[in-house]
């Protein structure tokens, strides 16, 4: 199980890596990626789920507070951490590498395709709710899908480099 200094060393870099570096890129225009969720997988399931909503919630109050979207990233990540809570058991696989009361969710724990599989879920959720709240409209709904699955996309292809290099 991870520290929780671990976990908050973890948060902090989350949250400035987001805010100081990936809030500056764009891809295309419309992509920008959000690997800051990678904290919603890295909280071990053996947290409560009040733990995991309020640790959710606070990492997407920080993006907020540095994006100046009030209470979009914050809804966004619960949102987010309640698809991963409730689907996490369509994913993992029924083999016993998985220990389901004490690992994160990680490529090492799950696998690789059951891994990607519920981070594309997860993402979309998210991107698909933030994007959504932001626009709070669906009159571009083209533009908006595009938004969303070209940051989808870029989150999904970090979270994969980020996850194959841990130790």
Known sequence: MKSFGYL?????????????ILNQLYFLGVGNPYLYILFLFAMP???????????????GFAIDLFSGTPGLHSFSCV????????SIFLFVP???????DSLPLSIKSMGVSSFMKLATLVVLCHHGSLFLLEAFSVQHLGLLIVRILVSATLTLFLLYVVEKNKK
Do not use: N, Y
Request: hydrophobic share 60%; aromatic share 16%.
């Open 8 to 20: 908050g060393i973890l948060f902090l870099i989350c949250v400035l890596g987001q805010v100081l």
């Open 94 to 100: 029924k083999d016993d590498k998985f220990k389901r």
């Open 79 to 86: 949102f987010a951490q309640f698809v991963a809570m409730e």
């Open 45 to 59: 399931l053996t947290m409560s789920r009040f733990a995991r909503f309020t640790m959710a919630f606070l990492l």
